[in-house]
């Protein structure tokens, strides 16, 4: 994954300090237990593939990239909500605010870098909170 912009970052880490990824935490928790017993395969896989080892957190973190969503639930929801913001800008710029319309449009115009920023959202989370992730890894393992 490439640098994140300086000023998505500052973003990021506002929003953490603010515990505005409390629910995003918990769901990278659940999503992590469901999926622990996976990961030492995935890992094994991607060091046969690169050609070099990788630490278990590492393989961790491509595991999270790999999947990209962590809890289908959570993000349609929070896509839904910037739907919802577009379609009140819109109404405020005496656009079309057809919510089929505007769904539609967003998607086409937004939603790579929605998942983007949800990814990166997601790992910030993962490499802040790493020891307590790294251990639902591990018990979800046994």
Known sequence: MEKI????????ESNYENGMYKELSD???EFLKAHAKE???FKKGVEKKFKRSFLMEEAVNL???NHRIINLNLDLRDQQKEIEKEQYYRGERHEDTDLETVALEWTRNYGGLWRLHRTREVIYVFRRENGKYMNVVYEGMI
Not at 5 to 12: A, C, F, H, K, V
């Open 63 to 65: 595991f999270i990239l």
């Open 39 to 41: 990961i030492p395969g």
């Open 27 to 29: 769901c990278l928790e």
């Open 5 to 12: 912009p300086s000023d998505e970052l500052n973003e990021i």
